[in-house]
C-alpha cells in the first residue's frame, strides 16, 4: 500500500523558513519522480518543485532561488526547504510520486501540510 505523509507545515512570519518533509512507503522510493505541489485557497494546484530519480531538480518560477527540493533514498524521505517566505507563499502543500509498477504509470499523493505566512 502506497502511502506519503507530509509534515512540517504551520505558520511562520513573512521572511522565515520552514522545511517540509514527505515519507513514502509501499513503492520503490529511489525509482520514483517525487514533486511537491501546492493549492492556495480559491486557486487550482500548482507545481512547485520535482526531483527525478537520478537527483535532478526542476523549480517553478516562483519558487527559483527561494526553495530547494532534496531527497533520501535511504529514509525513503523528499524534503522542501522554503526561505524568504511571503505571505503569497500560504498554502496545502501535496507531495506526489510517480513511478512504473510493470506496465502501468502510477501517481499517488499525499495528504497535505498545511503552510501559513503571516505577520
Known amino acids: 500500500q502506497v502511502q506519503l505523509v507530509e509534515s512540517g507545515g504551520g505558520l511562520v512570519q513573512p521572511g522565515g523558513s520552514l522545511s517540509l518533509s514527505c515519507v513514502a512507503s509501499?513503492?520503490?522510493?529511489?525509482?520514483?519522480?517525487m514533486s511537491w505541489y501546492r493549492q492556495a485557497p480559491g486557486k487550482q494546484r500548482e507545481l512547485v518543485a520535482t526531483?527525478?530519480?537520478?537527483?535532478?531538480?526542476n523549480y517553478d518560477e516562483f519558487a527559483k532561488g527561494r526553495f530547494l527540493i532534496s531527497r533520501d533514498n535511504a529514509k525513503n524521505t523528499v524534503y522542501l526547504q522554503m526561505n524568504s517566505l511571503k505571505p503569497e507563499d500560504t498554502a496545502v502543500y501535496y507531495c506526489?510520486?510517480?513511478?512504473?509498477?510493470?506496465?502501468?504509470?502510477?501517481?499517488?499523493w499525499g495528504q497535505g501540510t498545511q503552510v501559513t505566512v503571516s505577520s
Open positions: 526531483i527525478t530519480s537520478g537527483g535532478g531538480a
Open positions: 506526489k510520486a510517480q513511478f512504473r509498477r510493470f506496465t502501468r504509470n502510477l501517481t499517488y
Open positions: 509501499g513503492f520503490t522510493f529511489s525509482s520514483a519522480a
